[in-house]
């Protein structure tokens, strides 16, 4: 009978050499997380859905007035009315565009596998699409929204009053008399930390705010929600807006037997078949949408934080 303690086991590449006196080692396999730890905000902040199945295609409009330029007039007896002209918004034509792509699974990958290789590559497939997706509503909302609001002082120096900053940069949205209520925070992680910490001192010792202070919930706050994401566009940092008039999702139906909800800005169309004459499986992501910005004065980017 052995006295000494089997050696662990190694592993040189793909090679795993055990003792044979030890067990076979339990295999871990990573999991895919899963896309909404990726803090995907698309579908927050464009919150309107339109339905393009049948055309693929939208017209819309960019900055529709809500009201006349001029006020009405005192109208004697028997007087005509005054005439005036009616502006209509900028018309844009926005077009559903399918994108995706396949992978290819072996039959010897499959039986051979402990893990179902079908579902994890599946899984990455459509992780890639959405986080993509999601990216392309980010850059059409940072290449459409030009408003600017300067911060006091740069958010990581003593003098910064962050919440201040979020409350002034709401007000200039609010002041255009358009309709538009800020009600949402879109920031990178180290600017949300740093938002949150001052939101934290401004409410110290406050009666009636125990989600803020007392669970450090802060996720809504003077009529804001807080999003923390790093898939906002290039150079923005913070940005302000109203959730329910910046813009929409457009999204197409495509039919072939795929499965999925592309209405859901995180939700994607598969499929899977058979490769009879290769002896193997085919797996398939698409998605097809546009993102279409409607009132880009709805927004405003926090500069100099």
């Known amino acids: 009978m052995p006295t000494y303690a089997p050696s662990a086991p190694s592993l040189a590449d793909s090679k795993l050499t055990v003792d044979y006196l030890m067990k076979n080692p339990v295999i871990v396999q990573r999991l895919v997380r899963s896309i909404a730890e990726q803090r995907l905000i698309g579908g927050h902040i464009l919150t309107g859905r339109v339905d393009m199945t049948g055309s693929g295609a939208a017209v819309y409009e960019v900055d529709d007035p809500i009201m006349v330029d001029d006020d009405p007039e005192a109208v004697d007896e028997l007087s005509e009315y005054k005439l005036i002209d009616d502006a209509d918004g900028d018309p844009q034509l926005a077009e559903a565009i399918n994108r995706g792509f396949a ?30 997706f999601d990216s392309l ?13 300067a911060a006091a002082a740069a958010w990581n120096t003593t003098g910064a009053d962050q919440f201040l900053d979020l409350l002034l940069s709401g ?9 538009y209520v800020a009600n949402t925070v879109v920031a990178r992680p ?44 290039a150079s923005t940092e913070v940005m302000v807006l109203d959730s329910t008039a910046l813009g929409s999702i457009g999204f197409e139906r495509l039919g072939g037997g795929y499965l999925g909800d592309v209405s859901d800005p995180l939700g994607i169309e598969t499929k899977q078949f058979r490769l009879e004459d290769r002896d193997g499986w085919q797996v398939q992501v698409r998605k097809s949408g546009v993102p279409m910005v409607q009132e880009p004065r709805a927004a405003v980017k926090v500069t100099g934080v």
């Open 171 to 179: 007000a200039a949205i609010d002041e255009q008399n358009e309709g």
């Open 190 to 233: 180290e600017k949300w930390a740093r938002l949150v910490g001052s939101i934290a001192k401004t409410f110290a010792g406050a009666v009636g705010t125990p989600d803020i202070i007392g669970k450090g919930n802060v996720l809504e706050v003077a009529g804001l929600t807080l999003l923390k994401s790093t898939n906002l566009p």
């Open 103 to 132: 992978s290819r699974v072996s039959d010897q990958n499959v039986s051979r596998n402990r893990l179902d290789v079908v579902a994890r590559k599946l899984r990455r497939m459509a992780n890639r699409a959405v986080f993509h």
């Open 137 to 149: 509503v980010m850059s059409a909302v940072g290449s459409t929204v030009t408003q600017e609001q």
